[in-house]
Each structure stands twice: as structure tokens, then as C-alpha cells.
């Protein structure tokens, strides 16, 4: 039984080792033999220039070799005629659980909470699994990039930035850690008007509930700030007293020192107003995520240069007495206050419908060209990522798509999707299933 159980344990660490170095393998074997691709009479929408009407965009090595009007093809590359067709730039899910979460019913397929209020030593893309069914159906419709973030706790824990392509999560990551995720206490996170759970308690309970959280979070990031300091001081002075390694006040140090943003979630208008002024008595960088009431202070926001992650857009008011339009109309509104915004779905699931949600904010109020750079190169410069994605460039990675018209639209159909320079097949457990039942006798 001993030799038995050892047998297994020494099979599971092959197997493991074997995947780990079976995926450095493929990484390293697609960046040397990656394919050379010029596509050909393509209008080409660069989002930070201007539109080229006929053009070529060069792809080698996995990057953007080249993007003009008189652009040649290269020897060996492979041609892509692109006439009648249009060249954007993938879009970027600003916040999701993409590679956390399969099956939300199915307890051991969700991988999103932590218990406690300081999870800030937590990092998602240890935990990511690139085969999820999710990934395939997201990138098919135009999405290349993904923020998948943690949700438990006051402190959630550390984002990442993933490519949706790859055979491991070194592969697809493209930047970790990225931010810090708080949840706003009370009513003002994810759930809008929801609680603290358990029995229904008054509006008063609620508050001083409320503010005892927002305290108990302003002591934490203090703590992290005391440890950030006594281990500065230790690193000039051997004599000082050795402190004890505390990985989750060690973790906030980036934070505390304004060299990671928090990405706070929280959507109703009071406690939008305290959040920023929770993040400027702490001096934070902030981003606001949800924001469904963001539109009232987008004057605050503007003034304290927050920017803000929408959505989701497509769903119903948070309030009784909300106009119809509330939701649709939010992102606008931040535009025109000067409000720098993106766009998120919040779900893995419903990732896919991230061009709906830019799409249905530009039918009230939200300039068309603002929309795309809202799933583009605005949420690669909120993250700080826009030097390698969100536009049409040379020298930026080659996460392109090729459509036949406008990809907010939902009739537009996606010919091609290239991340990292690779041509992925539009196959997905949606076109599976339809194949399947299309062939049913």
C-alpha cells in the first residue's frame, strides 16, 4: 500500500514536470518558427492614428512588423487578402474572471474568493487554467486581453493581465501582478445594494457596519505602511531589530508606496465619494471598477484624475427611480466630464459580449471612436500596458483582428483573431456544439 502511494505521488510530480516543461517547450519553439503574415488591402483602423484606408499590416515574430498604405510583403509571408475587410486591434476586458471560474453552480470549478479581509498576498495567475471552456468563446468574438481579477475579502488580492492563447499561465500571462482589488464595504461593491449577509438590519446598522470595515481597511494599509517603513530602516541600519516576514503586509508595500494602483470596487454614488476620499487621505492610486453611479461624481473623478472601469452596461438600473437609461448612458456622461474610461463584463462567462457593452454605450452618448479606444488602447494605458497592446503600432504585439465591419456591432462577423502573431482557429465549445447538432439526424 506504502509502495503504492509512492508509485502515485512520483506519477503525479512526471506528470506535472512534463506539462511545466512540455509548455516552456512550445514557448520557446513559437517564438523561433512563429509564422510571418502580411494581410493585404485591409482598412486598417490603428485607433491612435489615423484610419488607413488601404493597407497592409506586416506580422512576424509574434509582433507588428510593419503598418502602412505602402507597405511590401516580405518573402515567405504568408497572404491574407483582407479587401472588403477591416483590421482593429483585439479588445481588452478590462475586468473579469477569465481562468478563475468554469461553471459558477459547481463549487470546485471556482477559484475567485479567499477568506479573510486581507487576502493582498493573493496572485491569480498562479491559479489560472488555460483550458477553460471560457477562453475559447471569448477570443472568437474579437477579445485577445483579459484583466482577471480575484473578488473574496475587503483585500481580494493581485490581478493579471492574460493573453487568451497559450498552453500554460507563464504563457499567457502578459503582465502580473497588475493591481491590487478592493471591495468596497457595504452596499457599494458588486451586489449594489446588497448587505453584510445574514439578518435584515437597519439602514443605521448598516452604515456603522459599514464604517467600522472602512476603518478596519484604513488600519491594514497603515500596518503595511509601518512595515514598509521599519524594513527600510532595518536596510540602513543592521543594528535595528529584525522584523518577522509578514506576506501580506509585504505585499501591500507597493501599494502603500503608490507604485501599484487599487482597483476598488464600488458602484453607488456615497460610496464612490468615499472612496476617493478614502484613496486621497491614504494617498493612493486608484482605479474605480463597477462604478454604475460614477456619472454623479464624475466631477470628483475628473478632478482626482480616477479613472474609471465600466460595467457591466448591459444590465438593468440599480434603483427603482433610475431613468431606463442609466446604465447605458454612465460612460458617456464620464466622457464628456473628462473622465478617461474602459469597459469591463465582470463575468468569464459573458466575457464575449464585451463589444455589446462599448456598442450599446455609444448608441446613448458615448462618441463611436471613444467606444473602440475604451476596449483598446484605454484600458492598456489604465493598466499600464498600452506600450505593447491596445493599438495598431509597430513593435507592439501582434494581437489583431480582421472583420467585416465594425466589431461594437453585433452582426459583425470575426474572420480572423491573431495574439501573439498566431493565427487561432475561430473554433469554440459554442461553434462545436453547433456543428454537432447542425449534423444531428
Known sequence: MKMRRILLVASVVMCALALYLGGSERHGVSAQTSETYAIRNARIVTVTGPVIESGTVVIANGKIAAVGANVTAPPGAKI?????????????????????TEIGSVAGSVDTNEIGDNNANIRVDVAIHPDSTHIAVTRVNGITTVLTAPRGGL?????????LDGWTPREMVLKSPVAMHINWPGGGGRNFEGGFGGPQRSVTELRREQDRQIENLKKILRDATAYADAKDARA?????????????????????????????????????????????????????????????????????????????????????????????????????AGVKIAFETNDSAYSRNLPYHAGMAAAFGLPKEEALK????????ILGISDRVGSIEQGKIANLIVTDGDPLEIRTQIKHVFINGRDIPLTSRHTELYEKYKARP
Not at 85 to 95: H, Q, R
Not at 155 to 163: E, K, R, V
Not at 374 to 381: F, L
Request: negative net charge; aromatic residues 6%.
Open 80 to 100: 491574407i487578402d483582407a479587401k472588403g475587410l477591416s483590421v482593429y486591434p483585439g479588445m481588452i476586458d478590462a475586468d473579469t474572471e477569465i481562468g478563475l
Open 155 to 163: 483585500i481580494a488580492g493581485q490581478s493579471a493581465i492574460l493573453n
Open 236 to 336: 540602513k541600519d543592521a543594528d535595528l531589530p529584525k522584523r518577522d516576514v509578514d506576506l501580506k503586509l509585504e505585499a501591500l508595500i507597493p501599494v502603500v508606496r503608490g507604485q501599484m494602483p487599487v482597483v476598488i470596487n464600488v458602484n453607488l454614488e456615497r460610496d464612490i465619494k468615499n472612496a476617493i476620499a478614502f484613496v486621497t487621505e491614504m494617498k493612493l492610486k486608484a482605479i474605480i471598477s463597477g462604478g454604475a453611479e460614477a456619472y454623479k461624481v464624475a466631477d470628483q473623478l475628473k478632478a482626482k484624475n480616477i479613472p474609471v472601469i465600466v460595467g457591466p452596461v448591459l444590465r438593468v438600473p440599480v434603483k427603482d427611480d433610475d431613468p431606463y437609461d442609466a446604465a447605458f448612458a454612465n460612460a458617456g456622461l464620464l466622457f464628456k
Open 374 to 381: 475604451a476596449v483598446t488602447i484605454y484600458p492598456a494605458e
